[in-house]
């Protein structure tokens, strides 16, 4: 699975931005997908998982709340609705793809990142 993330960009405090992700081949509907994200200075961390079907997701506990992750099998993307942003939530943020439930950087498919920035 080939990943591209885009839709980061430069925003203020309390505002919106969805974020996208469009993978390659074919299985796509088939895998669990994940976002993830990584500040300066830090490591990378686990955002949000969406499982095959849609039906189930899970987040981490900086974002619960604020940010959904949803996704479209019929045009191979997911994305990552965030809500509410705060100065902390700037990071690069990647998609991933693996074929397991997991919530960690073990995913085997990684997409290139998109940056995002929230001012105060």
């Known amino acids: 699975v080939q990943l591209q993330a885009f839709g980061g960009g430069l925003v203020q405090a309390g505002a919106s931005l969805r974020l996208s992700c469009a993978a390659c081949g074919r299985t796509f509907s088939s895998s669990i997908m994940g976002w993830f994200r990584q500040a300066p200075g830090t490591e990378r961390e686990f955002v949000a998982a969406i499982n095959r079907s849609g039906s189930s997701t899970r987040y981490a506990d900086s974002v619960k709340g604020r940010f959904t992750i949803s996704r479209n099998n019929a045009k191979n993307t997911i994305y990552l609705q965030m809500n509410s942003l705060k100065p902390e939530d700037t990071a690069v943020y990647y998609c991933?793809?693996?074929?397991?439930?997991?919530?960690?950087?073990?995913?085997?498919?990684w997409g290139q990142g998109t940056e995002v920035t929230v001012s105060s």
């Open positions: 991933a793809a693996d074929t397991q439930w997991i919530f960690s950087n073990d995913y085997h498919y």
